[in-house]
């Protein structure tokens, strides 16, 4: 088997782990961000 072809290969997974692994932790990620946010008291405008 050649090697070019399976580090080829092998990197494929792993980039795809990468991204599928990047899709399930964003969205945990953000509401995380939107609860801190939304816990901050208000700061009133004048």
């Not at 599928?20 to 901050?40: D, G, I, K, V």
Request: charged letters at 25%; aromatic letters at 14%; zero cysteines.
């Amino acid at each position: 088997m050649n090697e070019k072809y399976a580090l080829y290969v092998w990197s494929s997974y792993g980039l795809t782990l990468a991204v599928l692994m990047w899709n399930l932790l964003a969205p945990y990620l953000r509401r995380n961000e939107l609860r801190r946010h939304l816990s901050e008291p208000l700061e009133e405008v004048e």
